[in-house]
Protein backbone atom coordinates (compact mmCIF):
# COMPACT_ATOMS: atom_id res chain seq x y z
CA UNK A 1 0.00 0.00 0.00
CA UNK A 2 1.17 3.35 -1.00
CA UNK A 3 1.61 5.97 1.07
CA UNK A 4 0.30 9.72 0.61
CA UNK A 5 3.15 11.89 -0.37
CA UNK A 6 3.33 14.36 2.40
CA UNK A 7 4.50 17.50 1.22
CA UNK A 8 5.87 21.01 3.19
CA UNK A 9 3.56 23.83 3.33
CA UNK A 10 5.15 26.37 1.36
CA UNK A 11 5.99 29.36 3.30
CA UNK A 12 4.48 32.49 1.88
CA UNK A 13 6.98 35.07 -0.10
CA UNK A 14 8.60 37.64 1.53
CA UNK A 15 7.46 41.70 0.74
CA UNK A 16 10.33 43.28 -0.20
CA UNK A 17 11.05 47.13 -0.11
CA UNK A 18 13.32 49.76 -1.26
CA UNK A 19 16.55 49.80 0.52
CA UNK A 20 17.33 52.67 2.24
CA UNK A 21 20.59 53.12 -0.55
CA UNK A 22 17.66 52.70 -3.61
CA UNK A 23 15.74 55.52 -1.51
CA UNK A 24 17.98 57.91 -1.63
CA UNK A 25 19.02 57.42 -5.39
CA UNK A 26 15.17 58.17 -5.96
CA UNK A 27 15.06 61.65 -3.99
CA UNK A 28 18.35 62.56 -5.43
CA UNK A 29 16.91 62.00 -9.51
CA UNK A 30 14.15 63.53 -8.64
CA UNK A 31 15.52 66.68 -7.15
CA UNK A 32 17.79 66.87 -10.05
CA UNK A 33 14.25 66.95 -12.28
CA UNK A 34 12.95 69.28 -10.49
CA UNK A 35 16.31 71.79 -10.83
CA UNK A 36 15.96 71.29 -14.10
CA UNK A 37 12.56 72.30 -14.63
CA UNK A 38 13.02 75.40 -12.05
CA UNK A 39 16.17 76.48 -14.64
CA UNK A 40 14.20 76.21 -17.42
CA UNK A 41 11.13 78.11 -15.73
CA UNK A 42 13.19 80.54 -14.78
CA UNK A 43 14.80 80.87 -18.11
CA UNK A 44 11.46 81.67 -19.77
CA UNK A 45 10.28 83.86 -17.40
CA UNK A 46 13.73 86.17 -17.60
CA UNK A 47 13.00 85.79 -21.04
CA UNK A 48 9.71 86.96 -21.10
CA UNK A 49 10.65 89.83 -18.71
CA UNK A 50 13.24 91.43 -20.45
CA UNK A 51 10.98 90.78 -24.12
CA UNK A 52 8.53 92.87 -22.19
CA UNK A 53 11.30 95.32 -20.87
CA UNK A 54 12.18 96.13 -24.26
CA UNK A 55 8.84 96.43 -25.65
CA UNK A 56 8.06 99.40 -23.00
CA UNK A 57 11.71 100.85 -23.91
CA UNK A 58 10.90 100.72 -27.68
CA UNK A 59 6.99 101.90 -26.78
CA UNK A 60 9.29 104.65 -24.73
CA UNK A 61 11.83 105.23 -27.57
CA UNK A 62 8.79 105.71 -30.36
CA UNK A 63 6.82 108.09 -28.41
CA UNK A 64 9.92 110.54 -27.17
CA UNK A 65 11.09 110.69 -30.94
CA UNK A 66 7.75 111.23 -31.67
CA UNK A 67 7.13 114.33 -29.89
CA UNK A 68 10.40 115.57 -30.45
CA UNK A 69 10.50 115.55 -33.92
CA UNK A 70 6.62 116.58 -34.68
CA UNK A 71 7.09 119.76 -32.30
CA UNK A 72 10.88 120.81 -33.22
CA UNK A 73 10.40 121.08 -36.92
CA UNK A 74 7.36 123.49 -36.22
CA UNK A 75 10.06 125.90 -35.04
CA UNK A 76 9.74 129.22 -36.38
CA UNK A 77 6.31 128.77 -38.20
CA UNK A 78 3.88 131.29 -38.65
CA UNK A 79 0.88 131.79 -39.67
CA UNK A 80 0.67 134.45 -43.25
CA UNK A 81 4.08 134.85 -44.65
CA UNK A 82 2.04 137.18 -47.17
CA UNK A 83 1.28 139.63 -44.91
CA UNK A 84 3.64 139.02 -41.77
CA UNK A 85 6.78 138.89 -40.79
CA UNK A 86 8.63 136.26 -38.68
CA UNK A 87 9.72 139.49 -36.41
CA UNK A 88 5.95 140.19 -35.60
CA UNK A 89 5.01 137.05 -35.21
CA UNK A 90 7.84 135.80 -32.83
CA UNK A 91 8.91 138.92 -30.77
CA UNK A 92 11.78 139.41 -28.93
CA UNK A 93 11.62 137.65 -25.25
CA UNK A 94 13.19 135.87 -22.68
CA UNK A 95 13.24 132.44 -21.15
CA UNK A 96 14.32 131.04 -17.40
CA UNK A 97 15.63 127.42 -17.53
CA UNK A 98 15.07 125.94 -14.27
CA UNK A 99 18.83 126.55 -12.74
CA UNK A 100 17.99 130.75 -13.02
CA UNK A 101 20.05 130.75 -16.76
CA UNK A 102 18.53 133.23 -18.78
CA UNK A 103 17.64 132.97 -22.82
CA UNK A 104 16.99 135.87 -24.59
CA UNK A 105 15.39 135.57 -28.30
CA UNK A 106 15.79 138.55 -30.09
CA UNK A 107 12.79 139.04 -32.59
CA UNK A 108 12.46 136.52 -35.46
CA UNK A 109 14.65 134.25 -33.59
CA UNK A 110 12.64 130.50 -33.32
CA UNK A 111 14.85 128.23 -31.12
CA UNK A 112 17.42 128.31 -28.23
CA UNK A 113 18.59 125.80 -26.20
CA UNK A 114 20.91 124.97 -23.30
CA UNK A 115 23.73 122.61 -22.59
CA UNK A 116 27.04 121.92 -23.65
CA UNK A 117 26.56 117.93 -24.60
CA UNK A 118 28.41 116.69 -21.49
CA UNK A 119 25.71 116.97 -18.87
CA UNK A 120 23.44 114.35 -17.75
CA UNK A 121 19.78 113.44 -15.90
CA UNK A 122 18.73 116.99 -15.44
CA UNK A 123 21.75 118.48 -16.56
CA UNK A 124 20.73 116.87 -19.69
CA UNK A 125 20.96 119.50 -23.25
CA UNK A 126 17.25 121.28 -23.05
CA UNK A 127 15.58 123.05 -26.06
CA UNK A 128 13.08 125.76 -25.94
CA UNK A 129 11.47 126.38 -29.73
CA UNK A 130 8.63 129.11 -30.52
CA UNK A 131 6.47 129.23 -33.80
CA UNK A 132 2.60 130.93 -34.65
CA UNK A 133 -0.49 129.28 -34.86
CA UNK A 134 -3.95 129.81 -36.47
CA UNK A 135 -7.23 128.83 -34.39
CA UNK A 136 -8.05 125.26 -34.79
CA UNK A 137 -5.43 124.95 -37.70
CA UNK A 138 -4.23 121.44 -35.92
CA UNK A 139 -1.06 122.08 -35.11
CA UNK A 140 -0.12 119.96 -31.94
CA UNK A 141 2.49 121.47 -29.32
CA UNK A 142 4.54 119.04 -27.44
CA UNK A 143 1.61 117.68 -24.81
CA UNK A 144 -0.73 117.28 -27.91
CA UNK A 145 -2.88 120.49 -27.36
CA UNK A 146 -3.52 122.26 -30.44
CA UNK A 147 -4.72 126.56 -30.44
CA UNK A 148 -8.69 127.24 -29.45
CA UNK A 149 -8.17 130.78 -28.61
CA UNK A 150 -10.11 132.33 -31.23
CA UNK A 151 -7.18 134.31 -32.94
CA UNK A 152 -3.36 133.01 -33.67
CA UNK A 153 -1.43 132.29 -31.02
CA UNK A 154 2.62 132.12 -29.83
CA UNK A 155 3.55 128.96 -28.63
CA UNK A 156 6.43 128.20 -27.00
CA UNK A 157 7.46 124.16 -25.94
CA UNK A 158 10.50 123.59 -23.55
CA UNK A 159 12.00 119.85 -23.55
CA UNK A 160 14.06 119.04 -20.70
CA UNK A 161 14.66 115.70 -19.00
CA UNK A 162 14.66 115.86 -14.94
CA UNK A 163 15.31 114.90 -12.00
CA UNK A 164 13.50 111.46 -12.08
CA UNK A 165 15.56 111.06 -15.37
CA UNK A 166 12.09 111.68 -18.06
CA UNK A 167 11.10 113.85 -20.29
CA UNK A 168 9.51 116.71 -19.88
CA UNK A 169 8.07 118.93 -21.71
CA UNK A 170 6.33 122.44 -20.51
CA UNK A 171 4.09 124.92 -22.67
CA UNK A 172 4.81 128.85 -22.30
CA UNK A 173 5.21 128.90 -18.43
CA UNK A 174 2.88 126.29 -17.39
CA UNK A 175 3.98 123.05 -15.43
CA UNK A 176 6.07 120.47 -17.25
CA UNK A 177 4.47 117.58 -18.43
CA UNK A 178 6.19 113.93 -18.57
CA UNK A 179 6.41 112.72 -22.32
CA UNK A 180 8.98 109.21 -21.68
CA UNK A 181 10.53 107.96 -18.67
CA UNK A 182 13.60 106.10 -18.45
CA UNK A 183 15.94 108.60 -20.35
CA UNK A 184 19.38 109.11 -18.07
CA UNK A 185 20.93 111.93 -20.84
CA UNK A 186 19.38 113.82 -23.62
CA UNK A 187 22.42 115.39 -26.04
CA UNK A 188 21.09 118.19 -28.71
CA UNK A 189 23.45 119.36 -31.75
CA UNK A 190 22.29 122.09 -34.06
CA UNK A 191 22.72 121.83 -37.61
CA UNK A 192 24.38 125.62 -38.31
CA UNK A 193 25.47 127.49 -41.40
CA UNK A 194 28.34 128.57 -39.45
CA UNK A 195 30.64 130.37 -42.44
CA UNK A 196 26.94 131.70 -43.81
CA UNK A 197 27.25 129.94 -47.10
CA UNK A 198 23.67 128.69 -47.27
CA UNK A 199 24.28 124.88 -46.51
CA UNK A 200 24.96 123.26 -43.00
CA UNK A 201 28.52 123.12 -42.17
CA UNK A 202 28.98 121.91 -38.48
CA UNK A 203 26.82 120.30 -35.31
CA UNK A 204 27.47 122.59 -32.53
CA UNK A 205 26.15 122.19 -29.17
CA UNK A 206 23.92 124.90 -27.93
CA UNK A 207 26.67 126.52 -25.49
CA UNK A 208 28.60 127.03 -28.67
CA UNK A 209 25.88 128.33 -30.32
CA UNK A 210 25.16 130.96 -28.41
CA UNK A 211 28.45 131.92 -27.43
CA UNK A 212 28.74 132.60 -31.57
CA UNK A 213 25.31 134.08 -31.72
CA UNK A 214 24.41 131.36 -34.31
CA UNK A 215 20.88 131.19 -33.51
CA UNK A 216 19.70 132.62 -36.41
CA UNK A 217 21.36 130.16 -39.14
CA UNK A 218 20.14 126.99 -37.87
CA UNK A 219 18.76 124.35 -39.74
CA UNK A 220 18.22 121.19 -38.27
CA UNK A 221 18.91 119.73 -35.08
CA UNK A 222 20.13 116.36 -34.23
CA UNK A 223 18.84 114.77 -31.02
CA UNK A 224 20.63 111.75 -28.84
CA UNK A 225 18.59 110.07 -26.15
CA UNK A 226 20.39 107.57 -23.78
CA UNK A 227 18.30 105.09 -22.11
CA UNK A 228 18.45 103.86 -18.70
CA UNK A 229 19.25 99.64 -18.25
CA UNK A 230 17.28 99.57 -14.60
CA UNK A 231 18.65 95.58 -14.20
CA UNK A 232 22.29 96.95 -12.90
CA UNK A 233 21.91 98.08 -9.24
CA UNK A 234 22.65 101.50 -9.71
CA UNK A 235 21.26 101.80 -12.94
CA UNK A 236 23.73 102.37 -15.80
CA UNK A 237 23.54 104.02 -19.04
CA UNK A 238 22.36 101.93 -22.54
CA UNK A 239 25.74 102.17 -24.72
CA UNK A 240 23.68 102.85 -27.85
CA UNK A 241 21.33 106.35 -28.01
CA UNK A 242 18.64 106.65 -30.22
CA UNK A 243 19.33 109.34 -32.73
CA UNK A 244 16.91 111.53 -34.33
CA UNK A 245 18.13 114.28 -37.22
CA UNK A 246 15.49 117.18 -37.77
CA UNK A 247 14.67 119.70 -39.92
CA UNK A 248 13.22 123.02 -39.51
CA UNK A 249 10.60 123.46 -41.58
CA UNK A 250 10.89 127.17 -41.64
CA UNK A 251 14.41 128.19 -41.43
CA UNK A 252 15.10 130.84 -39.40
Known amino acids: MNRPCLRAPRQPLRQTGLSL ?4 VAILMAMFMAAALLFIYLGMRNAYINQD ?3 QLQDSQRVAMSMLASTIEQAGYFVNPKT ?3 ANALPAATWTWSNGVRTSFV ?3 ALSGYGDSTGSGAQSDAIVLRYQSANNDGLLNCNGGTNTSGANALSTNIFT ?3 SNELTCAIDNNAPVTLAGNIGRMQIFYGTDSLNRGPID ?3 PASVVSAQNLWGRVHSVKIRLFYMDNSKQPPVLLPNPVLQFIS ?3 KQ
Open 84 to 86: DTS
Open 248 to 250: LQN
Open 202 to 204: AYL
Open 53 to 55: RLA
Open 161 to 163: INA
Open 107 to 109: AGQ
Open 21 to 24: IELM
